[in-house]
T-cell receptor
Framework: DTAVSQTPKYLVTQMGNDKSIKCEQNLGHDTMYWYKQDSKKFLKIMFSYNNKELIINETVPNRFSPKSPDKAHLNLHINSLELGDSAVYFC?????????????FGPGTRLTVL | AQSVTQLGSHVSVSEGALVLLRCNYSSSVPPYLFWYVQYPNQGLQLLLKYTSAATLVKGINGFEAEFKKSETSFHLTKPSAHMSDAAEYFCAVSEGGGGNKLTFGTGTQLKVEL
């Protein structure tokens, strides 16, 4: 009965490869997010979607392309991976885009680019 | 633009001692404020949130925080630390508009010693 799930949990790949991370929430929420946590544990928002519509695109390189096939899923595809993409990526969801709403986080995907 | 400053990247307390983690925010509008906890290799879990109701907010695991507008602060406290409180703590702010974007502080690593 996991609320926000991500796959895979670990991802190790070579520079230049393309990879995807999948996220699913079973909370019935309208809004989903992707955050990046760097090696110093700093968390920064990358994208948010509300009802499958892109709301926030936080000046992320266009090698990163989110896709929301439905409200319960928000996937992250990364092209031409670079060393600097190594990080932990967290998916989150909230009931809607109102600022007071709690965001529920997934367990994270640790991406290592060699 | 919203921002958060967490003073002290590492805090160490004895078991049973008071926990005080500091957070100051900057926001152009009345903010929504959150404290999240991250245990090793896990996602973030909400401890508590301030959404313009009571200024003293009680959360899970015995934590509480007080919103002080005059000091632009939202410090997290717990009267008596437990070994299980050892984790990374993040303060975050949302201005509400623009898609519930959370801006995080740099985090405080809490260590609890016997």
């Amino acid at each position: 009965d996991t609320a926000v799930s991500q796959t895979p949990k670990y991802l190790v790949t070579q520079m230049g490869n393309d990879k995807s991370i999948k996220c699913e929430q079973n909370l019935g929420h309208d809004t989903m997010y992707w955050y990046k946590q760097d090696s110093k544990k700093f968390l920064k928002i990358m994208f948010s979607y509300n009802n499958k519509e892109l709301i926030i695109n936080e000046t992320v390189p266009n090698r990163f392309s989110p896709k929301s096939p439905d409200k319960a899923h928000l996937n992250l595809h990364i092209n031409s991976l670079e060393l600097g993409d190594s990080a932990v990526y967290f998916c989150a969801s909230s009931q809607d885009i109102a600022g007071a709403k709690e965001q529920f986080f997934g367990p994270g995907t640790r991406l290592t680019v060699l | 633009a919203q921002s958060v400053t967490q003073l002290g990247s590492h805090v160490s307390v004895s078991e049973g001692a008071l926990v005080l983690l500091r957070c100051n925010y900057s926001s152009s509008v009345p903010p929504y404020l959150f404290w999240y906890v991250q245990y090793p290799n896990q996602g973030l879990q909400l401890l508590l949130k301030y959404t313009s109701a009571a200024t003293l907010v009680k959360g899970i695991n015995g934590f509480e925080a007080e919103f002080k507008k005059s000091e632009t602060s939202f410090h997290l406290t717990k009267p008596s630390a437990h070994m299980s409180d050892a984790a990374e703590y993040f303060c975050a702010v949302s201005e509400g508009g623009g898609g519930n974007k959370l801006t995080f502080g740099t985090g405080t690593q809490l260590k609890v010693e016997l």
